[in-house]
Structure formats: structure tokens, C-alpha cells
């Protein structure tokens, strides 16, 4: 799994409750096809304090040098 503060781009994504494992959990979906690509923590680093562990194969890699670190 891969672990992120936020996402890229947050029309690209939607949150819903998930209830699976006896506990809430917020579960991060694919805003287009509504495909499970992991959940969202509460204990990650700063800034934002919220730690993404998404499945690694629903995403995107690019170079860094690509990247825009503005945000």
C-alpha cells in the first residue's frame, strides 16, 4: 500500500463510511466508477494529519521532476 497526506486532485475522489471490520472507517472510492481504493486515517503527518493508504495499482506514477509540489 502506498500512503499519502492528500490527494492530487479531490474531484477524482469520493468518501463514504465503511463498516466492514466491526469499527467506522472512511473508505476513498473512485469519484468516476465508484471502485474501492483504499481508506483514510486520522493519525498522519503533517500538514493535514490524514494518512491515504491506497492500493498502489489504482494509481498513477510520474517523475518527480513532473510533479507540482505548489500545492
Not at 497526506?5 to 473508505?27: A, L, Q, S, V, W
Amino acid at each position: 500500500m502506498a500512503q499519502f497526506f492528500r490527494p492530487d486532485d479531490e474531484n477524482m475522489i469520493k468518501r463514504d463510511t465503511d463498516y466492514h471490520i466491526g469499527y467506522p472507517r472512511t473508505e476513498v472510492l473512485c469519484a468516476r466508477c465508484g471502485g474501492h481504493l483504499g481508506h483514510v486515517f486520522e493519525d498522519g503527518p503533517p500538514p493535514t494529519g490524514l494518512m491515504y493508504c491506497l492500493n498502489s495499482a489504482a494509481l498513477n506514477f510520474i517523475e518527480s521532476k513532473q510533479v507540482n509540489n505548489s500545492k
